[in-house]
């Protein structure tokens, strides 16, 4: 279905992603509090994530345009955020890159091989998965980028975000992996 509660839930993600970038540009907030509310924010939306799905199943409510819906708006909600932690100066310039053009060519390829039905051969594995959630701890350390009881959570977020190239990069190459038996065989 287009509109059922666990679909809107998904629709918020996207939604929040205005709403976080235009904390940071608000003219009169402090630094501490844009930081503050974009963490709380993303954290509310991120746990959309998990909400939509289980709801999904839970209500019976799954539907092909959740499922495909689900994944582009968790990559709209990341992308936007690191692309505002490099503005911010809190990301480097190439983990955004590394982020950013692994998102693009996994869909691109998960696209083709659903054009030529091997939608299967690039089905969502546990490194991609692992990648995901180091992502989502990552950001609100960055966002927050405060010591919080002897916890500095830039140096943390840093950390992470640094993890989750790496774990970008590996599921970037294990989905390429498993789609060239079907690259090939298509070359023939």
Same mark, same amino acid.
């Given at each position: 279905?287009?509109?059922?509660?666990?679909?809107?839930?998904?629709?918020?993600?996207?939604?929040?992603?205005?709403?976080?970038?235009?904390?940071?540009?608000?003219? $009169?907030?402090?630094?501490?509090?844009?930081?503050?509310?974009?963490?709380?924010?993303?954290?509310?939306?991120?746990?959309?994530?998990?909400?939509?799905?289980?709801?999904?199943?839970?209500?019976?409510?799954?539907?092909?345009?959740?499922?495909?819906?689900?994944?582009?708006?968790?990559?709209?909600?990341?992308?936007?955020?690191?692309?505002?932690?490099?503005?911010?100066?809190?990301?480097?310039?190439?983990?955004?890159?590394?982020?950013? $053009?692994?998102?693009?060519?996994?869909?691109?390829?998960?696209?083709?091989?659903?054009?030529? $039905?091997?939608?299967?051969?690039?089905?969502?594995?546990?490194? $991609?998965?692992?990648?995901?959630?180091?992502?989502?701890?990552?950001?609100?350390?960055?966002?927050?980028?405060?010591?919080?009881?002897?916890?500095?959570?830039?140096?943390?977020?840093?950390?992470?975000?640094?993890?989750?190239?790496?774990?970008?990069?590996?599921?970037?190459?294990?989905?390429?992996?498993?789609?060239?038996?079907?690259?090939?065989?298509?070359?023939?």
């Amino acid at each position: 279905m287009f509109f059922n509660l666990p679909t809107l839930l998904t629709w918020a993600r996207i939604a929040a992603i205005p709403l976080i970038v235009a904390v940071f540009h608000w003219p $009169g907030l402090a630094l501490p509090l844009q930081n503050a509310l974009a963490t709380g924010l993303f954290i509310v939306f991120a746990l959309t994530d998990w909400a939509d799905g289980y709801l999904a199943r839970r209500l019976n409510q799954t539907s092909a345009f959740g499922a495909f819906l689900d994944p582009v708006a968790d990559k709209f909600l990341v992308c936007a955020c690191v692309l505002e932690l490099v503005h911010l100066d809190r990301v480097h310039v190439f983990v955004a890159l590394i982020i950013i $053009g692994r998102e693009i060519a996994i869909s691109a390829l998960r696209e083709w091989m659903a054009q030529i $039905g091997a939608v299967k051969s690039v089905a969502v594995h546990m490194v $991609g998965k692992a990648k995901t959630a180091t992502q989502m701890v990552a950001i609100p350390f960055l966002l927050y980028d405060a010591v919080v009881l002897g916890v500095d959570t830039r140096w943390w977020g840093t950390v992470l975000i640094w993890a989750a190239a790496v774990l970008t990069v590996w599921s970037m190459v294990y989905y390429l992996n498993k789609a060239i038996p079907e690259i090939r065989a298509r070359a023939r």
